[in-house]
């Protein structure tokens, strides 16, 4: 454990340095919110990598591997496409955007091409609602990840600490900071990925014994032989499997902490290679994802261990019992690393939809000097709230919020965005309906299945369907209302 | 060209609602693969047309989809797996390397490698910075 602890101190100490460099960096709002447009093809594609992967991805997935086998991978197998997607359908066009507009924020691009402060200002409470829900089960895992590394400290000390180390480098050195701090983090999470991987094969002697293991031999657990464990769908059956593609992928198109990165990207041709960049970790990212978690069950199966009580400790189990410390110190490391690359990235966003955002729903627009300081202040409240939150709602009240984060995102977002900036026809009608939609729909057919009043038939998940009701109520709405001129400078980048 | 796009995605969308609530799993498998693809094919073009690079790019990755989704349906998945393609059942190999693997190569390498010739060219991007300069 010393070993573990000493990674962990030295990797924090990093982010410190990161964070201090950065402060210095940072002058004016743009610096702030959007790196001052600097970042090149590695650094923004590393950020958006290790943005969008979070902490579910080392802990959740294995777990979920574990527990309905192959059938989790759909939540990981987006990655191969879904930064291409974002890159084709908003890349160019949102980086253009923010040179002839000076936009900053997902709301920014909204008002600039619906002329509406209604549809941004609907757009910047969808990002700060999709940012609560998420940002809890991101900080509460981040609580456990320390607790679990420094036994002497609670999951709610754990917290705590957690929350002030990202709000500190946040607020200090705004989006820059954290997005240096995410290609150190996402180097680390790749590499650890990677090692990982190659040392469940060899623990399981072999992809093909694990799998025909699985496949052949009865379920302690569960009883019977499932060979559909190891089928492509696991044991959540193909149309679940199916919208859990769907939704992962193109639903990366409404994540703000993601594609609000677009703008940071130094200039246009800088575009060229970043999704093939950001899809490399990502995929070695998936091979720890599915190597833990097949290789955990195959050692259930072969008797090696006892079966786990929870599943989500997978990875951690694996990492204890079958790692060198001086790996299992990395790649603990890079879990924190994979959480905390996404928490100052949505603290960084919600900060900006409050001191730019909202405030301009209410027609008002705050001077550059004072959008610095009150979008740190910001940083400083939202991250207490956020630990407030959390400690106050528990387990039960996170993993509510965390089923809603990513669909949330995507069915307000998405379809406003990727089909806002690519079809003229779209009107501001369209927009409001839709973002309305996605909101009430995601949160409340969740809310209505925790409480008992209404549950989806055939297992639809939540995400998927709000997504496709808020892209047929966009389109619908802006084909029956008028279409309204755009401005040159809106018609000229969705031209481009 | 935009509003046919626009067409076959609210088509998509509608027939993947169906599918769902009637638990339509072909469908379901034939309907979301052509939204994402015409949405993609959507953010791809240029006043209306598409470059010939990422045209081929995208009717591939479709392909990759359609063809992967319905044949990993129409296997049977509950069967003891007799042959192992790189670790995995047959099934699950179509799965990790064609549907996961494949779209990398022919969607995200391919955005970059057609990207000065499809997505935009220097001189075009120089004419717009130079025009949003003098607008600004």
């Known amino acids: 454990m010393n070993t573990i602890i000493t990674i962990a101190v030295i990797y924090l100490i990093g982010v410190f340095a990161i964070g201090i460099w950065a402060m210095r960096r940072t002058k004016t709002s743009e610096d702030f919110f959007i790196a001052g447009k600097s970042l090149g093809i590695f650094v923004a594609a590393m950020a958006v990598f290790a943005t969008a992967l979070s902490g579910f991805l080392f802990i959740g997935g294995p777990g979920l591997t574990y527990s309905v086998g192959m059938g989790a991978l759909w939540f990981t197998f987006p990655t191969s496409i879904s930064f291409a997607m974002a890159w084709y359908i908003l890349g160019k066009r949102m980086r253009l955007l923010t040179d002839a507009t000076g936009a900053m924020t997902v709301a920014d691009a909204v008002y600039y091409r619906f002329k509406s402060r209604a549809a941004s200002g609907l757009t910047g409470v969808a990002t700060l609602v999709g940012i609560v829900v998420f940002l809890g089960t991101q900080v509460l895992a981040l609580g456990t990840i320390i607790a679990y590394i420094f036994p002497a400290i609670s999951v709610t000390q754990g917290v705590i600490i957690g929350m002030t180390i990202v709000a500190l480098y946040s607020a200090a050195g705004g989006i820059l900071a954290g997005t240096y701090t995410s290609v150190f983090q996402g180097s680390i999470m790749a590499v650890g990925s990677f090692l990982v991987f190659i040392l469940t094969l060899t623990t399981g002697d072999g992809l093909t014994n694990i799998t025909q293991t699985i496949a052949t031999q009865p379920f302690t657990d569960m009883g019977t032989a499932m060979p559909e464990f190891v089928g492509p769908w696991g044991l959540v059956g193909p149309m679940v499997a199916m919208s859990w593609f769907f939704a992962l992928s193109i639903g990366i198109v409404g994540q703000p902490h993601v594609v609000s990165r677009l703008y940071m990207i130094k200039d246009v041709n800088k575009l060229k290679w970043g999704p093939a960049v950001a899809a490399v970790p990502a995929i070695l990212g998936g091979l720890l994802f599915f190597g833990v978690g097949l290789v955990m069950r195959y050692l259930v199966m072969t008797g090696e261990i006892a079966p786990l009580a929870n599943p989500d400790d997978a990875i951690l189990v694996f990492l204890t019992e079958f790692t060198p410390p001086v790996l299992a110190g990395i790649v603990l490391a890079g879990v924190a690393a994979a959480i905390m690359s996404t928490c100052d990235a949505f603290i960084n966003i919600a900060s900006a939809a409050a001191v730019r955002d909202l405030p301009r729903a209410f027609g008002k627009k705050l001077s550059d000097k004072k959008q610095l300081v009150y979008g740190r202040i910001a940083v400083v409240t939202i991250s207490v709230i956020t630990v407030v939150t959390v400690l106050q709602m528990g387990d039960d009240g996170i993993a509510l919020l965390g089923a809603v984060g990513w669909g949330t995102f995507a069915a307000a977002l998405a379809p406003v965005l990727g089909l806002g900036l690519n079809w003229k026809r779209a009107t501001k009608e369209g927009a409001i309906a839709s973002i309305i939609v996605g909101l009430v729909s995601s949160v409340g057919f969740e809310i209505l299945a925790t409480i008992g009043v209404y549950e989806l038939p055939n297992g639809i998940y939540i995400g998927a369907l709000s997504m496709v009701l808020s892209l047929i109520a966009f389109i619908a709405v802006s084909f029956a209302t008028k279409q309204e001129q755009l401005d040159e400078v809106m018609e000229t980048v969705m031209d481009a | ?136």
């Open chain 2, 1 to 136: 060209m935009n509003d046919q796009m626009v067409k076959v995605i609210l088509l998509a969308a509608v027939l993947m609602l169906v599918a769902l609530f009637g638990d339509f799993v072909y469908l379901f498998a034939l309907s979301f693969p052509v939204l994402m693809f015409a949405w993609m094919f959507l953010g791809a073009l240029r006043n209306g047309s598409i470059g010939s690079g990422y045209k081929a790019s995208l009717i591939s990755v479709l392909v990759v989809w359609l063809g992967g989704f319905v044949t990993m349906n129409l296997m049977d998945t509950a069967a003891e797996p007799s042959v192992y393609i790189g670790g995995f059942p047959v099934a699950t190999a179509i799965m990790v390397y064609v549907v996961w693997i494949l779209p990398f190569i022919l969607g995200t390498y391919a955005y970059g490698y057609f990207f000065e010739k499809d997505c935009i060219t220097k001189e075009e991007l120089k004419t717009l910075e130079n025009k949003f300069r003098k607008e600004s």
